[in-house]
């Protein structure tokens, strides 16, 4: 019904950036925040950075002042600009949108599948 679809990761150099990008596709009505999430080997899921559909933005400590999120509404797509990447970046990395679907009432969280990022020498 609904997909959100991940794409831009891969290897990097410590200092070096990556895109990220998340599509949404499907019988989608509305869009209201979205996020990035990720999750290294061995650790929990955590919160990476969020959106709001008016381009309201909050990042983590960990990310703030390195990582930018934005979005595309007309495109159901956010985005995740990654710069002065450090080996601490390493994950998985997931976004997630809150999402209204027509003809059904309420919203749904909505995972992508993830995509990897790298950060090595």
């Known amino acids: 019904q609904v997909q959100l679809v991940e794409s831009g990761g891969g290897l990097v150099q410590p200092g070096g950036s990556l895109r990220l990008s998340c599509a949404a596709s499907?019988?989608?009505?509305?869009?209201?925040?979205m996020a990035w999430y990720r999750q290294a080997p061995g650790k929990q899921r955590e919160l990476v950075c969020t959106?709001?559909?008016?381009?309201?933005?909050d990042y983590s400590d960990s990310v703030k002042g390195r990582f930018t999120i934005s979005r595309d509404n007309a495109k159901n797509t956010v985005y995740l600009q990654m710069n002065s990447l450090k080996p601490e970046d390493t994950a998985l990395y997931y976004c997630?949108?809150?999402?209204?679907?027509?003809?059904?009432?309420?919203?749904?969280?909505?995972w992508g599948q993830g995509t990897q990022v790298t950060v090595s020498s």
């Open positions: 997630n949108a809150r999402i209204r679907v027509y003809f059904k009432a309420g919203w749904q969280d909505y």
């Open positions: 499907g019988s989608i009505f509305s869009i209201s925040d």
């Open positions: 959106i709001t559909s008016s381009g309201n933005a």
